[in-house]
């Protein structure tokens, strides 16, 4: 079963496809209603369409998720990332404090 992503990689080609490998067989992120989730992952995508070309399903989602309004989107129950999918590509390395030991 095809897996989520990372948020900050979602529209690179590469992950296009895995998108759409993921949502192939779903209406939404996580579960059967729309949830936070699918603002989050909405979101991440930053106001453009996934290409259809390479993500028919992805779009649909897209396209589906956009025609709820900001608010009614706000309103939606909380929930997590489905299990497993990465919130980010890479770690950015932390800044080390240099004066710590003093």
Known sequence: MASLPALDTITEKASLGKFNGFMSSRSYINGYTPTSADV???EAFK???PDQNIAVHGARW???IA???KEERAKWPEADLPAGAPPKAKDTPQKVDEDEDE
Do not use: A, E, Q, R
């Open 62 to 64: 897209y396209n589906h």
């Open 47 to 49: 106001g453009s369409c």
């Open 40 to 42: 989050t992952v909405f």
């Open 67 to 69: 025609h709820f309004s």
